[in-house]
């Protein structure tokens, strides 16, 4: 099978679903990663400056070994403004989706939740249904949504309900060496993006499920 993650910006491709990419790779499947954002821009008053930049390069490169790590095959990357997707036409976004699911032909994406705190995680759920319309022609057969630390359990009230619990228990080493890479985007516990938190939330989901480490997704089109 071929499996294309769509995520908005560097490591929530990894937080996301980083341990369930890295078991469908070691099972035989081809994965693919599409980050549409450039993941930085936002944190100054102007967009670009010779350090971000720079910055954006180096960020480029940790997306790059991160996704070595978990065995992706290919990762396509573009710069849309960060935490600015809604400035950009909604079609445009699709376009971009459509052009690399054309060229992969996935049967299996994983893609952000709609209610996200992060207003791009939200577009980016809404472009990839737009570029997924159950046509008879389409390759993708299921859609499920991750969780990205730091924006889903941030948006009150709380409402992702996961229905899928991936065992990554053979893979949380290679999804906690790849959220590594991302230097830049790590932060200290108990901020939920550090590695203590990414690991505990996946021992947290795993007990609900009767395993030592889980992901956890939402299902949103399952065709058979």
């Known amino acids: 099978m071929k499996i294309l993650i769509i995520a908005a910006h560097p490591d929530d491709e990894i937080i996301g679903c980083g341990g369930t990419a890295a078991r469908l790779a070691k099972e035989g499947n081809k994965i693919y990663t599409l980050i549409l954002g450039e993941g930085i821009t936002s944190r100054d008053k102007k967009r670009y400056s010779k350090n971000r930049v720079r910055e954006i390069k180096e960020l480029k490169k940790q997306l790059s070994r ?9 990762v396509f990357t573009y710069d ?111 901020h939920p993006r550090s590695l203590k938190g990414i690991k505990l939330n996946a021992e947290y989901w795993g007990m609900k499920a009767g395993l030592n480490y889980a992901e956890i997704f939402k299902s949103v089109r399952v065709i058979r």
């Open 80 to 190: 849309l403004p960060d935490n600015r997707f809604d400035t950009v036409p909604l079609l445009d976004i699709v376009k971009i989706i459509e052009e690399i699911k054309n060229k992969v032909k996935p049967d299996i994406i994983f893609t952000h939740y709609e209610k996200d705190l992060n207003i791009d995680h939200q577009i980016v759920y809404r472009a990839v249904l737009t570029a997924t319309r159950p046509l008879p022609q389409e390759t993708v057969k299921k859609i499920y949504s991750f969780e990205v630390l730091s924006s889903t359990e941030w948006n009150y009230p709380l409402s992702f309900s996961p229905d899928v619990f991936f065992d990554i228990k053979n893979t949380i080493n290679l999804k906690l060496r790849a959220v590594k890479e991302y230097k830049s985007e790590l932060k200290e516990f108990p």
């Open 66 to 74: 991160a996704n070595k790590i978990i065995g992706v095959k290919e």
